[in-house]
């Protein structure tokens, strides 16, 4: 079958940007009274050692040093000035603050009334071991004004070193938000790694999700797969591989071959990390869209789309989201049509559901157990349950939506500005029948306050839809041939093409101001 000339598509290699610092705060109390006798901060200076362990796979959060010495910290200091001791830093908390765009982890060590009796403290900083040689970063001790202090250990002085690394990350995405890097527990996710607390951490699979279906947690031997393709998971290998000189962490997905996922076009990619983390299911470590710069959108030339009938007005087109299309009848532009801007085929289940595999994770709440992004999951499955709110987008909105399932305990909303929500079905809805006046809008939520609920994993386009975006106002006549050019929001990948793709993660040190 002759399917047309489409765009090349070249090696594809993304470079994105994180950028990581350091901050201690330190307390001094009485050990008899309990009351704060004084305060310290500490902005570090990155050593060339946290480079090197980050881009070798390894921690470097581990232990907090601390000393007596003078001068100014660099970048290539490798011990304190004068290392009083250290101690294995101890685990306080992580946050994950989606407005600002920082995750951050902090740890802490004690010292108690007999350690260290009258050292005068001047320098922290931490280090992936103990002893001189394993610095990560480096500062002094200063007061509330910026002044450089010291800190003369007593044996009635109880003193907390707190150490807090932050990494910040775009929360809208990279490349106008095609690329996003997911963020969630502290020690599982690529920022647990970013922040030196390493975690359970292997090579990542690829995976490819089609136009046509979505993502579903725990299908394909544990890995993110699109669901309803029985035969082609969309999974392939990839590699991660550090980079120490040039600060880099680089996601290389095995090639997609030509006879490879040739099912409607490239919607989504995702990069997962084989540890079981979350319900059971493998850890998204980021994801890909197109729109991007990366890869902006598909050039569809001289596509065949059908033969005439002399009575069928509707045909199907190979790639969905099509825009900018041009329609030949027998070589001759014809304006007389109209088009969805939708995909042209759904997966769906005895029940006739299934639209669940359009809607795109935008955001979840500042839960930190709530961080991972669901696409396509099943209902009835527990990898659905949740407690607090998610946010979805529909990219086939003008198509609509005739039903949605809303589960147990969430509420559904929808807006179309991600500000003014319209509450659209109570808690137990189950199966539920859309208003018309709110088929088309643009985002959905559900918000739980159980760690049971479930929403929107499944939904129903209107029942006329038939999967055919092209629509002539008159039908071709019979034999006539049907070509179109066209764009489409997809990765058009097709038996005349292989796919390779390749992320890289610079990393570099963020400067306060």
């Known amino acids: 079958m002759i399917r047309g000339n489409r765009r090349t598509i070249p090696e594809i290699h993304k470079t994105i940007q994180t950028s990581i610092h350091n901050r201690f705060d330190v307390e001094v109390f ?30 470097y959060f581990n232990y907090i040093q601390y000393g007596s010495g003078s001068g100014t ?34 740890k802490y060590i004690q010292l108690s009334a007999s350690t260290a009796v009258g050292k005068n403290i001047t320098e922290v900083g931490i280090a992936s071991a103990s002893g001189n040689g394993n610095l990560c970063t480096h500062a002094m001790l200063r007061d509330m ?33 095609s690329i996003k890097l997911c963020c969630y527990g502290y020690d599982q996710s690529l920022f647990g790694r970013f922040a030196g607390v390493g975690g359970s951490y292997s090579l990542p699979n690829a995976t490819f999700a089609s136009s046509s279906y979505g993502l579903s947690v725990g299908t394909s031997g544990g890995g993110l797969a699109p669901t309803n393709i029985a035969d082609k998971s969309g999974n392939v290998g990839a590699t991660a591989t550090w980079d120490s ?28 990390n084989d540890y079981v983390a979350y319900y059971g299911s493998t850890t998204p470590l980021l994801f890909l869209y197109p729109g991007g710069s990366w890869f902006p959108y598909s050039s569809i030339v001289s596509e065949a789309v059908g033969t005439g009938d002399g009575s069928a007005t509707d045909f199907a087109l190979d790639f969905p989201f099509a825009h900018d299309l ?8 014809t304006t ?52 607090g709110t998610r946010i979805f987008y529909n990219p086939a909105h003008e198509l609509g939506i005739a039903m949605i399932y809303v589960g147990y305990d969430v509420t559904c909303y929808a807006s179309n500005d991600l500000e003014t929500w319209v509450q659209i079905a109570a808690s137990g ?3 539920y029948t859309v208003p018309e006046e709110y088929r088309h809008y643009k985002y959905w939520k559900g918000v739980s ?8 994993y499944k939904m129903k386009p209107p029942s006329t839809y038939v999967g055919k975006a092209l629509h002539f106002t008159n039908p071709p006549p019979e034999g006539a041939v049907i070509t179109a050019d066209y764009q489409s929001d997809c990765i058009a990948k097709d038996a005349n093409h292989v796919f390779d793709l390749t992320v890289t993660i610079q990393f570099n040190e963020y400067n306060e101001g």
């Not at 109209?338 to 500042?366: F, I, K």
């Not at 306050?449 to 929107?456: C, N, V």
């Open 145 to 177: 004004n910026g002044n450089v202090i010291s800190i003369t250990k007593s044996d009635t002085d109880i003193i907390n070193i707190y150490a807090t690394v932050f990494v910040h990350f775009n929360p809208k995405g990279h490349d106008n938000g």
């Open 245 to 272: 000189s040039k600060r880099t962490l680089t996601f290389k997905a095995g090639r997609l071959e030509a006879s490879a996922f040739n099912i409607g076009g490239i919607r989504r990619i995702c990069f997962a």
């Open 429 to 431: 809805a189950l199966s």
């Open 30 to 59: 009485d050990a008899n009274t309990k009351k704060l006798k004084n305060r310290a901060v500490g902005y570090n200076v990155i050593c060339d050692n946290l480079w090197s362990k980050l881009c070798s796979g390894n921690t």
């Open 326 to 333: 041009k329609a030949y009848i027998d070589g001759v532009e």
């Open 336 to 387: 007389e049509f109209t088009l969805d801007y939708a995909p042209t085929n759904y997966g769906r289940d005895s029940n006739n559901y299934g639209y669940a595999a359009q809607m795109e994770w935008l955001h979840v709440d500042s839960t930190p157990d709530n961080h991972i992004p669901y696409l396509g999951i099943t209902v009835g499955n527990n990898k659905n349950q949740f407690k």
């Open 73 to 106: 910290p660099s970048a290539s200091d490798a011990s304190l000035f004068s290392r009083i001791s250290d101690a294995s830093a101890i685990y306080s908390s992580y946050s994950i603050d989606y407005k600002t765009g920082v995750f951050s982890v902090r």
């Open 449 to 456: 306050t159980s760690d049971s609920g479930t929403f929107a």
